[in-house]
């Protein structure tokens, strides 16, 4: 079983910048791969980024390309998402999340049916 707990969330204005966390539980963080989703209001769930557990490759959604940054600690069994250049259309609820299978990170991989546990969510806000 893995928990995990989103911090970082917040209000910000446009063109700012937010650091979110994902503390986990559990011994095998680092076989694990870790990506972080976004629901904006009325609106599905979607992919941002998601890292190995090695954190040797990476992958983002095209949307946040160039302005996100997914990394992770194993020491301290985190995931991290650096972001810049925040835009109002960023506005939503991040959840982090962890799949089991160590594979690849395709785009079929990545979908949220195929992660294995989530976090409760933290707010970010981008005013314009």
């Known amino acids: 079983q893995v928990q995990l707990v989103e911090s970082g969330g917040g209000l910000v204005q446009a063109g700012g910048s937010l650091r979110l966390s994902c503390a986990t539980s559990?011994?095998?963080?680092?076989?694990?791969?870790m990506a972080w989703f976004r629901q904006a209001p009325g609106k599905e769930r979607d992919f941002v980024a998601a890292?190995?557990?090695?954190?040797?490759?990476?992958r983002y959604a095209d949307s946040v390309k160039g302005r996100f940054t997914i990394s992770r600690d194993n020491a301290k069994n985190t995931v991290y998402l650096q972001m810049n250049g925040l835009q109002p259309e960023d506005t939503a609820v991040y959840y982090c999340?962890?799949?089991?299978?160590?594979?690849?990170?395709?785009?079929?991989?990545?979908?949220?049916?195929?992660?294995?546990?989530w976090g409760k969510g933290t707010l970010v806000t981008v005013s314009s």
């Open positions: 999340a962890a799949r089991k299978w160590a594979g690849g990170l395709t785009s079929i991989s990545l979908r949220s049916d195929m992660m294995d546990y």
């Open positions: 559990g011994r095998t963080f680092s076989s694990i791969t």
């Open positions: 890292i190995t557990g090695s954190g040797g490759t990476t």
